[in-house]
């Protein structure tokens, strides 16, 4: 397994158009995690997913903002209508939750930029 | 509310210790976390420690916890050139596994 797989990598889009991310976990993981980073921040918790249920969205999460994880396996978050503002690098995280101090994996991210 | 804060830059020579500083607001964190970010990268988990623990130490990194102030630092021994990255601590809310980050320090290793 090479760990937690996002793509694309990049993506530049113009305002307006919708984007969407895919996230693959390490396989088995059953938790899945979606953060924002902003340039010179911290990542902020969007969502997160046990096996295939969205257990949390965050207020950050606007109705543009969806994401899914059908089959508990892989995630897919979905920008619809893309603003400037959403510009920023989106990291995906899973682990396999057995309690507190489950150790979270991130993947390498996607950073959108919208023009 | 959830909050964590830390120092924003940290400059030190090669082979100096760092030490980099957070606080943090949640009283019922369990876990606390240290990651590492390089840039363009994504995030690299360094260690963690649980909240009934004082002290921790896995090779060059000590993380000390004191609990009664939520402060939590981390020490890095004989800093190196590669150490140079962007430092984040997190605090996992209990039950969850869901981390709130510090906003992140920036040290930079001079030769």
Known sequence: DTGVSQDPRHKITKRGQNVTFRCDPISEHNRLYWYRQTLGQGPEFLTYFQNEAQLEKSRLLSDRFSAERPKGSFSTLEIQRTEQGDSAMYLCASSFYRGDGTEAFFGQGTRLTVV | ?111
């Not at chain 2, 949640?26 to 390089?38: I, M």
């Not at chain 2, 939590?72 to 962007?86: E, P």
């Not at chain 2, 605090?91 to 320090?105: A, M, P, V, W, Y």
């Open chain 2, 1 to 111: 509310g959830e909050d964590v804060e830390q120092s924003l830059f940290l400059s030190v020579r090669e082979g100096d210790s760092s030490v980099i500083n957070c606080t943090y607001t949640d009283s019922s964190s369990t876990y606390l976390y240290w990651y590492k970010q390089e840039p363009g990268a994504g995030l690299q988990l360094l260690t963690y420690i649980f909240s009934n623990m004082d002290m921790k130490q896995d090779q060059r990194l000590t993380v000390l916890l004191n609990k009664k102030d939520k402060h939590l630092s981390l020490r890095i021994a004989d800093t190196q050139t590669g150490d140079s990255a962007i430092y984040f601590c997190a605090e996992s809310i209990r039950n969850t596994g869901k981390l709130i980050f510090g906003q992140g320090t920036t040290l930079q290793v001079k030769p």
